[in-house]
């Protein structure tokens, strides 16, 4: 047996993961994610979008509807500045 027999490590983290570690590590900031159409999506509470693969999924309860999104487009994630 030589050097480095031990446990393999982890796999690095995919693009669909990403997310999912930023908010675990920062708290839950109002967001907008901007289309190719010209439409803006906000997320106001990151913990109930649901990011695939492909796809980005945006609830809004109050409106009794959910927006569906690819990934391939969302032009620009933006941090949403409330005062």
Request: glycine share 8%.
């Amino acid at each position: 047996m030589g050097v480095g027999n031990g446990p393999p490590s982890p796999p690095p983290p995919s693009a669909a993961e990403e997310p999912c570690r930023w908010h675990s590590t920062k708290k839950s900031l109002p967001s907008q994610i901007s289309c190719p159409n010209g439409g803006a999506h906000e997320i106001l509470h990151l913990e109930c979008v649901a990011i695939t693969k492909s796809k980005v999924v945006i609830p809004y309860p109050e409106e009794d509807r959910v927006v569906r999104c690819s990934l391939i487009h969302v032009n620009a994630v933006e941090l949403l500045q409330r005062g």
